[in-house]
């Protein structure tokens, strides 16, 4: 078993439609939790945080369900510009590895 | 610069060939990682320098990898006797610390083609 798993996707939705994907982790231990965007052929940059208290940044939304061990992000209002692939990564403590999803693309139609 | 720099950004080179990627961080980053990533999959770690030591070179996959940091900056990633399998986008990423707060900075990477 994979330690972060992602559905590959694609997810194919259209413009301004919400959409919502989850991650989940095998170490109970995890302490921290974040979202990277990554561009076709391009680098992985942060999205955001995911806070145990759950946070949102303008249209996204992170939460995090430590109970059954899994991570969501919610794009509300989607653009055409949030077409990427979106990388779960889990930190493990203080611990400097990080652990990396294989992620889920998504494609915002017009 | 400002962010992460990576050269070659394209390698096309021979089986059995040696090859030499270079990563140059963020001024003042005192960690440095590289991964690889295959098509389809998240970042594969190799190695992770604190300061000048490789301080877990554990994800290198075999001994034909290394990697070095000679002054705490700039760091080149060595393959040697180069194999198809190496094939990949090879990505460096430097942090303040030891990524305390998740944020790593990557490079646009090095694409490697093995023929």
């Known amino acids: 078993r994979k330690e972060v798993e992602q559905d590959p996707g694609p997810f194919n939705v259209p413009e301004g439609a919400t959409v919502a994907f989850n991650c989940t982790y095998s170490n109970s231990a995890s302490q921290s939790f974040f979202w990277y965007r990554q561009d076709c052929r391009k680098e992985p940059k942060l999205l955001m945080s995911v806070y145990s208290s759950g946070n949102e940044d303008g249209r996204f939304t992170a939460q995090l369900n430590r109970a059954s061990q899994y991570i969501s992000l919610l794009i509300r209002d989607s653009k055409l510009s949030d077409s990427a692939t979106y990388l779960c990564?889990?930190?493990?403590?203080?611990?400097?590895?990080?652990?990396w999803g294989a992620g889920t693309k998504l494609i915002i139609k017009p | 610069g400002a962010g992460v720099s990576q050269t070659p950004s394209n390698k096309v080179t021979e089986k059995g060939k040696y090859v030499e990627l270079r990563c140059d961080p963020i001024s003042g980053h005192t960690a440095l990682y590289w991964y690889r990533q295959s098509l389809g999959q998240g970042p594969e770690f190799l190695i992770y320098?604190?300061?000048?030591?490789?301080?877990?070179d554990s994800g290198l996959p075999n001994d034909r990898f290394f990697a070095v940091r000679p002054e705490g900056s700039v760091s080149t990633l060595k393959i040697q006797r180069t194999e198809r399998g190496d094939s990949a986008v090879y990505l460096c990423a430097s942090s303040w610390g030891s990524a305390n707060t998740g944020e790593l900075f990557f490079g646009e990477g090095s694409r490697l083609t093995v023929l």
């Open positions: 320098f604190q300061g000048t030591g490789a301080a877990d």
């Open positions: 990564v889990v930190k493990e403590g203080s611990n400097y590895q990080l652990i």
